[in-house]
């Protein structure tokens, strides 16, 4: 930014933004507090049950398919490309807010494209998924899976696997219908009427939150 | 920290934006990603570690990952000190959520190993892999 913050610069004297940001921005990082927390009580009632469960279906027996393969086991392959395809697509959108800086529409128009298509292109990665689990025998109420260790599992792993992806796999969706609305905003000229590119900052922020809740849920359900 | 990011100024010289650094960012978050997999696969087919230290290495690369994406995509990183301390205080409060519930968690299993004799047996008993697509295979209730 142009200027330059002196030492000792007194923020809460009056006068300017004590934090430094716009008024919108700031309740968007807010807003993704409350709805870190929620993800948080998911994720952490899942860490709870799994931790009072003595064993627990194993992620690279469940999770080891791939479109258009067949049979073929490759653990964790297609949820590797679909984590790929998710930070691929907070990259278009950092080169979208980057863009915004510098008023470039249509390197906002383009970037936006791309991270709509990013979006679509995990949502249809989860859809396939879940349509593969549920061929399977998987859904809510309904497990064939074993145990790690050979035992019954219980239905608790495909409920809060459903549960938690589905509620992430909606974030994902929101976002995708915001990021058309801030297209198609930006193609309307909206922005440079308005004089600045704050909304596909804000936009932004819910993207990468949409990511980083991925990167987490990607963790718990993949990896341990 | 950087703390020279303001709101007001809109005007078209300022392209402090570093398409470098978000680069950087997305190779670091993809490497470490690869990395991940890469030891659950050895795991998976050797068993070479423990699972224990494997899960610590897991969760220590998701808390980076989390700050690269925090700190650099989502900007935070480069906001003033204020604002970085309204969001990464109320955030410790997982530290104590993660420890309380866990603990609950494993108390719980410890209580229904030692005084439920269903649980107990259900946890010894192994049984036999249904065949694939069995479809409406009911597993026993919680």
Request: glycine content about 8%; aromatic content about 18%.
């Given at each position: ?7 000792g ?22 807003f ?12 952490i ?31 964790l ?18 080169m ?8 470039d ?42 145990n ?10 495909t409920?809060?696997f ?40 804000k ?19 993949y990896?341990? | ?13 300022k ?18 990603t690869?990395?991940?997999l ?14 224990h ?6 969760v ?9 994406i ?46 439920d004799?269903?649980?107990?047996e259900q946890?010894k008993t ?10 409406g ?5 919680e």
């Amino acid at each position: 930014m142009a200027h330059t913050v002196p030492v000792g610069q007194k923020w809460w004297s009056g006068g300017r933004s004590p934090f430094n940001v716009e008024y919108g921005k700031l309740m968007m990082w807010y807003f993704l507090m409350s709805d870190a927390f929620t993800f948080g009580a998911f994720l952490i009632s899942y860490g709870t049950i799994r931790f009072s469960s003595s064993s627990w279906p194993n992620p690279n027996e469940v999770f080891r398919t791939f479109p258009f393969i067949g049979e073929m086991s490759v653990p964790l392959a297609f949820v590797s490309l679909m984590t790929f395809i998710l930070i691929m697509s907070s990259v278009t959108m950092v080169m979208a807010v980057g863009a915004g800086q510098i008023h470039d529409r249509k390197a906002v128009m383009k970037w936006m494209f791309l991270t709509i298509l990013g979006g679509l292109a995990f949502l249809g990665c989860q859809a396939w998924e879940w349509t593969h689990l549920h061929a399977e025998g998987a859904w809510w109420g309904r497990n064939p899976f074993m145990n790690i260790d050979g035992t019954q599992s219980t239905t608790n792993f495909t409920n809060y696997f459903f549960t938690i992806t589905g509620f992430h796999g909606f974030h994902v969706f929101s976002g995708v219908i915001i990021n058309i609305i801030m297209l198609i905003k930006t193609w309307r000229g909206d922005f440079e009427r308005t004089g600045h590119y704050l909304m596909i900052e804000k936009a932004g922020l819910y993207w990468h939150f949409v990511d980083l809740v991925w990167v987490f849920v990607f963790t718990c359900f993949y990896l341990l | 920290m950087d703390s020279s990011h303001g709101t007001t100024s809109f005007t078209k010289e300022k392209s402090e934006f570093n398409k470098k650094a978000i680069w950087k960012t997305f190779w670091i978050l993809l490497a470490i990603t690869v990395f991940e997999l890469i030891i659950a696969i050895i795991y998976f087919e050797t068993h070479f570690f423990p699972k224990h230290i494997l899960n610590g290495v897991f969760v220590i690369m998701t808390l980076a990952k989390a700050f690269f994406i925090v700190a650099e995509f989502m900007h935070l990183g480069h906001e003033i000190k204020n604002l970085v301390m309204t969001i990464a205080i109320p955030a410790c409060l997982f530290i104590w959520f993660l420890i309380a519930f866990m603990w609950d968690g494993s108390s719980y299993h410890d209580l229904r190993m030692r005084y439920d004799s269903y649980q107990y047996e259900q946890s010894k008993t192994k049984v036999v892999q249904p065949e694939k697509h069995e479809e409406g295979k009911k597993p026993g209730k919680e």
